[in-house]
């Protein structure tokens, strides 16, 4: 079994005895509820680094729906197991007044990316994203940290935010994990019935159709998603919907 970590001095303590090795640190960072998308995260930071961490923290800055937070699936044990089977050395599982000393007096914000999209329909959910990831990459100081393209928009943040601030920490991405129908697995599928759970592929289905976005929407309506946003921002066509009280995301490349 990995090691669990959950005091901030144990970490360091790690750490640095990792460091002084000269093993390269690859962190993969996660909010718990671990499946298939982040297995594969932690897969791939164990082919190119030595020590893998993965840190296990349900970051309550980034929710700007207070119920999203409370229901949120919380499941340390078989996470633990998960994660060492997929090759984790430690789970830094870190308490929320040792991450948040100052209590979010200090934010990473981002004025131009993350305005639209998720940022637009999110209040404040970047800040909170940028301000755990700047604190997580800082305490865990790895050589590479691995997100998912499912979060597209923040694998594009994180990483303009290590280029903005020097962070020499190479951003990994990582292919978006899917269900054999396509649905993008995450930790909120669990909340769909098994009714929601036949709909939801529609989702990625309609996104993908090489018809306008006026249509994918329309679409999406039709079948009984709310439509948040279907946008597109270069080349990906990036959605988010509601269904059953579910908030999926999406992205695809066009
Ligand atoms: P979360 O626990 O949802 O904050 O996700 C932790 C990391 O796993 C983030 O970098 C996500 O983008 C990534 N991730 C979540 N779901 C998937 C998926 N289906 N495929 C690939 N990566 C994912």
Redesign the pocket.
């Given at each position: 079994m990995s090691e669990l970590i959950q005091s901030l001095e144990g970490w360091v303590d790690y750490r640095d005895r990792v460091l002084a090795s000269g093993q390269p640190i690859g962190l993969?960072?996660?909010?718990?509820?671990l499946?298939e998308?982040?297995l594969?995260?932690i897969r791939r930071a164990r082919t190119e680094t030595d020590c893998v961490v993965v840190s296990v923290f349900l970051n309550p800055t980034q929710f700007n729906d207070p119920k999203d937070l409370e229901r949120y699936p919380k499941t340390l044990g078989v996470d633990l197991s998960l994660a060492t089977e997929a090759g984790a050395n430690v789970i830094f599982a870190p308490s929320r007044d040792s991450l948040y000393p100052d209590n979010f007096s200090y934010k990473v914000a981002e004025t131009v990316l993350s305005s639209n999209l998720e940022g637009e329909h999110r209040p404040g959910h970047f800040e909170g994203v940028l301000t755990v990831v700047m604190k997580l990459l800082n305490l865990v100081r790895p050589t590479r940290a691995?997100?998912?393209?499912?979060?597209y928009q923040?694998?594009k943040l994180i990483e303009g935010m290590a280029r903005a601030f020097f962070l020499g920490v190479e951003i990994v991405p990582?292919?978006?994990?899917?269900e054999a129908d396509g649905l993008?697995?995450?930790?909120r599928n669990v909340h769909l019935t098994a009714e929601g759970r036949k709909m939801a592929p529609e989702f990625h289905r309609s996104l993908k159709q090489t018809t306008t976005i006026e249509e994918v929407r329309r679409d999406l309506e039709d079948k009984g998603f709310t439509v948040e946003y279907v946008e597109e921002v270069g080349q990906r066509r990036l959605g988010a919907v509601v269904l059953e009280n579910v908030r999926l995301i999406d992205n695809v490349p066009i």
């Open positions: 993969v960072a996660t909010m718990g509820a499946h998308g982040h594969e995260l691995y997100f998912g393209e499912k979060d923040q694998l990582v292919a978006t994990v899917r993008a697995l995450s930790s």
